[in-house]
């Protein structure tokens, strides 16, 4: 039976022969999806290929964009903060009550009060680190500022429903 099937079953070209239209339309099918699949590919490769020229003038005018600057900061942060979010989920599971769902209005009010106190120690030591002088960067006022950012943000990240 299955060497009848084989024999005499032609699913893909019921009519066999040169000038068939089964055979036909099997050729310009395989035709179109093989130009289809070159299209993808160049236009891929183009796109690939013509991204560095933005970020070339991205990265060239990057010292003077000004307050633009704290958004790389933020996403570096929101980086760390997933990263280490995702290895403390994958650790500890979800036995932690501030990781559950039902905690996002305290994880919302603990960003606020770390942002706040962030925003707070970078105004009276006057933190400024694009502002880089002569001095440059003071490490004892960054740090306590980076560890309250980072912890806001990871009090952000545990707020699902912002």
Known sequence: MIAHLRRYSNYLSPRVGFFSADTWSMVTIWLRNTLLIQATLILGIACVLVLPRPLVEAFTNWPSSGHWRWVTVALFVFGIVGIAGNQLRMAAGEGLWWLKG?????????????GGLALMLANTVDFSPFDIGMEGVNYAHSLPIAFLLVGAGFALSRSRRW
């Not at 039902?102 to 770390?114: D, H, T």
């Open 102 to 114: 039902r905690s996002w209005p305290v994880a919302l009010v603990a960003a606020a009060v770390l």
